[in-house]
């Protein structure tokens, strides 16, 4: 599927609603924006929040605007309670 786009002033494109609508990707959501050197290509990948501290996609819990999964989080726990 294909369309052409013009980049306005400010650099910016956008990424038709059937495009979207198609791929489940809403308004506010956030891309990981990568540029392929070798064949001079961007290419736009919807961000999966990972765990900060595992990298575990599975069983998430925001926190301050990072994630942390529920076993990781249960492993901080357990450290605090050691230390105290």
């Given at each position: 599927m294909r369309c052409v786009k013009t980049i306005d002033e400010n650099g910016r494109i956008t990424i038709p609603k059937y495009m979207r609508k198609m791929i489940g990707i809403?308004?506010?959501?956030?891309?990981?924006?990568?540029?392929?050197?070798?064949?001079?290509?961007?290419v736009l990948r919807r961000r999966v929040p990972k765990c900060a501290v595992c990298g575990s996609p599975k069983n998430l819990r925001e926190i301050n605007g990072a994630h942390i999964c529920r076993g990781c989080a249960a492993a901080v726990s357990a450290l605090n309670k050691k230390e105290l």
């Open positions: 809403s308004g506010a959501e956030n891309l990981d924006v990568m540029l392929m050197d070798e064949v001079g290509q961007i």
